[in-house]
């Protein structure tokens, strides 16, 4: 038997490849035989989250047959994170909506899309969950993720209702026809306009910024307004910390410019990151465009810094 164990941050992954011995048996008694830190109950949990996968396919189905040789993940949720995520199902406003198409104003700290560790504390599950009390159940909508946003970034979020939305918005994208701008409060000074083109993982990245707002001081917080060109994975986190200017509340790019820029004034609470403007062109050739303000938890925030004589 072969079995690997892993601790991340507020989830454990467990890993392992089926045996002869219990080939031919159903998953949720093969697994946590093999694996005793697991309970048959706190797997049968983890698989109805969508945290069991073999042979990196998600499982969901507990009499499933698993032979020898096939490899076994179970990503766990602790349970104080899973208990706080559960108590709390956020409602997604929905900006606008087509027979092909919607616009949500997604909160921040809610992934966009499946995780290992469940496929149930997404923005997909819980706009459906919504959509379930308005449309028949024998007759639900397919949702397709057309781009995403970080789990702590807020705002516009385009989501195709159809097979032929999505393909026409990927293609989209790979024309760089989705207009994607964000507003981020930076925490260091950059001139009133500037270009990043550093590449990132190997592949193209650029992200064209601009000062929209400024407190006095000279290494004060900066709001800017950031313009993708392209779509990596944290981009504007990235390039803005390669700037020497990181986003304020960044808990993973930047920290100490972060500490340096903040010392003495008070903290965001949250990435200091939203999408506020998306435009595109539908299926019928018509552009949508639209916008969302700053988050009222980070409008205050913003303007609290004023009254701070650190930065007078």
Known sequence: MTSHFMIKKGMAQFSVTIDEAHAGQRIDQAVPAMLPEISRSRFRKAQAEGGVFVNRKRVKIASKKVFAGQKVQVHLLKTTTEKAESDSVPQLPVVAETPDWLIIDKPSGLFSAPTPESDQRDVLHYLGLQRELTEAKQNPTQLFLV??????????MLIAKTKAAARHFSEGLQRKELNRRYLAVLCGAIPEQLSCDQP??????RTHFRVVEKHPGK??????????ETGRTHQIRQHAELLQAPVA???KY???QQRRCLTGLPRPGRLALHAHELAFTDLDGQLQSFSSPLPAELQKWWHSLAKSELIA
């Open 200 to 205: 990132l993982t190997g592949q193209e990245a």
């Open 254 to 256: 930047g920290r100490q």
């Open 147 to 156: 781009h995403r946003l970080d789990r702590p970034t807020s705002g516009l």
């Open 219 to 228: 290494d004060a917080p900066v709001l800017v307004e950031a313009r993708l």
């Open 249 to 251: 509340g960044d808990s």
